[in-house]
């Protein structure tokens, strides 16, 4: 008894008043309010569904107001219907890792369908797959907009086209007939992976860079911007093409059938390696180019195939400062007004041609040296082949 007693006491002067005493059992006055936070705070965003984002007789749902949305979960398309159509500026669509997934027709993310309502624009899509449509995205009314981290897969004919200002970031492309990402407006396009397609990735500007193509066609297409740092694997045609005054700087190529072509005026490959094409290495096609301090390694698959050639009828292609090896064929100039200076070619895979120069072009003079050196031919007549320069001298072209 008095041990029961001693311990009721020690707890009952130790413990604070606030937690010995209750508290008082009436409600204030007035109405009864919540006090967590509102579901509009705890998920701001819209969820895209029947309710929220009812569709119409072409599409299964419709964002008709500015916002951010977002799935709930993948969604499956119908036959004679597109997925998601953005009729609003400034909508950001986050899949959350989710599928929109296509019937094997129409358009997986598409905008408003007339030329005569006002385009759309500010639009950002991220992290998820758009798959099974015949379009992934077409967007050619879209003044702007954002891709990140999206996936468009095996849709039937484009993976995705705009015709506004593109960002696209770390998205894959793959399985398109004709092209994974093509952009006929202004575009940067970084750190993307296309595989499978006709064309990989094609811009008619902007920036191509740090990128990846790997069994297209054509691995990257470019009208007037750069592409950069990138590499193209595989592809049947060829690995860049340059459509007009675009430039190749500092790109890898490996296999597949020509390493750069060159269909356009102005166009320059400049601080590329080029292995294993089956093609020519760079084949310049048009008018202005510069082809300078590029490396040619094992192209070609007959005699017919040359580390860098010029076809007949371009003019002022200016190609210096590049080296060639064990490939059929070395440098090629079949056009006229041409520049060939500083470059170096050596280890023919046959008796063929280190250098060949029809009259009209100016060629620096050409030391041949080794005895596997090539034949070398400035044809008869050529004016501006320029044999007295000094052998020291930097424009001096070798054969080995």
Not at 150 to 176: D, K, P, Q
Not at 309 to 335: F, L, T
Request: charged residues 15%.
């Amino acid at each position: 008894m008095k041990r029961r007693a001693i311990i009721s006491f020690v707890l009952a002067t130790s413990l604070p008043v606030s937690a010995a005493l209750p508290g008082p059992l009436t409600p204030p006055p007035g109405a009864i309010s919540p006090t967590g936070k509102p579901l509009t705070e705890i998920e701001p965003r819209i969820a895209i569904n029947a309710t929220n984002t009812p569709g119409d007789a072409t599409t299964l749902f419709k964002i008709t107001a500015p916002g951010s949305y977002y799935l709930t979960g993948d969604i499956v398309g119908v036959s004679g219907k597109h997925g998601i159509r953005i009729d609003a500026d400034d909508v950001t669509i986050d899949f959350n890792g989710f599928t929109l997934r296509g019937p094997g027709s129409g358009v997986g993310l598409i905008d408003r369908d007339t030329e005569q309502q006002p385009s759309i624009k500010n639009i950002t899509l991220r992290n998820g797959t758009v798959t099974g449509w015949n379009y992934g995205l077409s967007m050619p009314y879209c003044q702007s907009a954002r891709v990140e981290h999206m996936n468009f897969a095996s849709n039937a004919l484009y993976g995705t086209t705009m015709n506004g200002a593109l960002v696209a970031i770390g998205c894959t492309l793959s399985g398109s007939t004709y092209v994974g990402l093509e952009n006929q407006g202004d575009g940067v396009v970084i750190n993307c992976l296309a595989s499978g397609n006709g064309t990989g990735i094609s811009l008619d500007s902007g920036l191509i860079a740090d990128c990846f193509a790997r069994g297209n066609e054509y691995g990257f297409a470019m009208a007037q911007g750069v592409v950069r740092e990138s590499l193209a694997t595989g592809s049947t045609s060829a690995g860049i093409e340059l459509i007009g005054r675009a430039a190749a700087v500092d790109c890898r190529v490996t296999s597949g059938g020509r390493g750069v072509e060159i269909v356009g005026h102005g166009a320059v490959v400049e601080g590329c390696s080029i292995t294993s094409a089956s093609d020519h290495g760079i084949m310049v096609g048009f008018n202005d180019a510069r082809v300078v301090g590029n490396s040619i390694t094992y192209c070609g698959s007959s005699s017919s195939h040359s580390a860098i050639h010029v076809n007949s009828g371009v003019q002022r292609a200016h190609i210096e400062g590049n080296s060639s090896w064990d490939c059929y064929r070395g440098i090629i100039a079949e056009g006229t007004q041409c520049m060939i200076v500083g470059n170096r070619v050596g280890r023919l895979r046959g008796p063929y041609n280190t250098y060949y120069a029809v009259p009209g072009n100016v060629v620096g003079p050409i030391v041949t040296a080794g005895t596997n050196a090539g034949t070398v031919s400035v044809l008869t007549g050529s004016p501006n082949y320029v044999a007295s320069f000094a052998a020291t001298d930097p424009h001096t072209n070798i054969s080995c």
